[in-house]
């Protein structure tokens, strides 16, 4: 499949051919563990990587290699690791350029599950995270210091209604020598291709729009291959012999796929944090409708956000698909087929009226997931924000008054009708 195809063919088709053995044209699940060695010396040249085939199926697996495949054409990237998670995903970009003392650059604006796994638990690995608004590029620059070996943010930033400035961000990353990681999941590479950006890798939980219909979890490490992982001794694991591996030079030997290699021959051999073929097949199929879903969830949420925006009963609306939102003009410059299918809505009456609200819905699902064919909705402060103060849970976009929505791609007036009905018996 030539790179130049579409978006709506490459969906489809990128890394996967009919079966070999038996001609199968949809990609089947190799429900294995282990692969038959030809003989000693085809079991050697793999265990060496001199030769690229299958070894076991914690590293990799066919199915699984026709996913990140397919993931890493739609990124415009040269190759891409899938794994267990979002977070796993997370972990395993952060993995090989990190060690004990160093630290990661990130925005404020993050899905609330990022902001504990970089805020607290990253610390047992003895890595540390400084929180920047990536608005203030000032202050992103001076967060960058020695000790930095990467920079995070999200394109289109979870709960919604905000942009981050790809561009802007990493020429600042960039400049200091330090690659720039983007969370892709809620734009896709459909409304966003960070790498068009400036970006060095990115990374997605599967789990939500590429599989898009709620059924499996997955994650996925994407590698632009254009960064130059030798230009500077910051990052010895990919640069200088890499004793995890008998002291193979990563960059040296692979290129632009030291990345990518590293992350099958170390990230998952030792860390284990494997997708399996099952979830693997689902998001492949989920994939091939991705173009169609996101331009739905756009529609929709357009829609919806105007009708919430001039309601009475609704505060304020925060959707950057709104020529109301402060960050309309970015929509343009970094996702110019959307703003996404995610946003939150403040409703009159506050924290009572929000709760009465999620109980009150009849067609969206009061659920934690997002990116789902069905709408999905939540009240951020009476649960996943339950545990921080009031002013914390403004900070982060999840204040009492909000309820946020992940908008699904059913009938766009059968979903204003179930608010509009919702919205009533909440501020009667
Ligand atoms: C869900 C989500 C994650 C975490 O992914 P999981 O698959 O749940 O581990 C990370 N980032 C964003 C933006 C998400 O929406």
């Known amino acids: 499949m030539s790179k130049t195809h579409g978006f709506d063919t490459l969906q489809i088709h990128a ?6 053995t038996t001609g199968a044209r949809n990609t089947p ?31 990799t697996n066919p199915t699984i290699a026709v996913l990140q495949e397919r993931i890493a054409t739609l990124e415009g990237g040269v190759g891409a690791v899938c794994c267990s998670s979002g977070h796993a995903a997370q972990i395993m970009a952060l993995f090989p350029l990190m060690s ?10 993050l899905y609330g599950g990022t902001v504990t796994q970089f805020g607290q638990t990253i610390k047992r690995f003895g890595w540390s995270v400084k929180f920047v608004d990536f608005d203030d590029t000032d202050a992103v620059k001076a967060a960058i210091d020695d000790n930095t070996r990467a920079v995070f943010c999200e394109s289109i930033a979870n709960p919604g209604g905000y942009i981050t400035d790809l561009d802007a961000i ?42 898009g219909n709620g059924t499996v979890m997955g994650g996925c490490v994407v590698d632009s291959g254009n960064f130059d992982w030798s230009a500077s001794d910051k990052f010895p694991s990919l640069s200088a012999p890499e004793p995890a591996y008998h002291g193979l030079t990563f ?28 979830a693997a097949h689902y998001t492949l199929c989920g994939i091939e409708t991705l173009s169609l879903r996101m ?3 756009v529609e929709n949420a ?19 698909g709104l020529e109301s939102s402060p960050y309309f003009d970015r929509v343009e410059k970094i996702c110019p087929r959307g703003a996404g299918g995610l946003f939150t809505f403040a409703v009159k009456g506050g924290y009572d009226a929000c709760v009465k609200m999620i109980d009150s819905v009849e067609i969206f699902s009061h659920v934690a997931n997002l990116g ?13 924000h339950r545990q921080l103060t009031e002013d914390q849970q403004r900070a982060s976009g999840a204040a009492p008054e909000v309820v946020r929505v992940s908008i699904g791609i059913e009938s766009a007036e059968d979903l204003i009708a179930d608010l509009d009905q919702a919205l009533t018996k909440a501020t009667a």
């Not at 990681?181 to 729009?209: M, Q, W």
């Not at 960059?251 to 030792?270: K, S, V, W």
Request: charged share 15%; with cysteine.
């Open 29 to 59: 699940i190799y429900q294995t563990t282990g692969y038959v060695f030809r003989d000693a010396d085809h079991a050697a040249a793999l265990f060496n990587l001199q030769e690229v085939g299958y070894i076991y199926s914690r590293l």
């Open 295 to 297: 331009q739905r969830h």
């Open 372 to 384: 789902d064919t069905r709408s999905l909705i939540i009240h951020s402060a009476s649960t996943t």
């Open 302 to 320: 357009v829609k919806v956000a105007k009708w919430l925006e001039a309601d009475p009963r609704v505060e304020y609306v925060t959707y950057a």
């Open 170 to 211: 990493s020429a600042i990353s960039n400049a200091a020598g330090v690659p720039l990681i983007v969370d892709n999941t809620s734009a896709t590479p459909y409304l966003c291709r960070p790498f068009e950006h400036g970006a060095a890798l990115v990374v997605h939980s599967t789990t939500k729009y590429l599989t």
């Open 251 to 278: 960059h040296e030997t692979f290129g632009p796929m030291a990345f990518t290699f590293h992350g099958i021959a170390i990230g998952l051999r030792d860390l284990g944090m494997t997708m399996n073929p099952q």
């Open 15 to 20: 890394g996967a051919t009919p079966d070999p």
């Open 100 to 109: 004990p003392g160093m630290n990661v650059v990130a925005s404020t604006r």
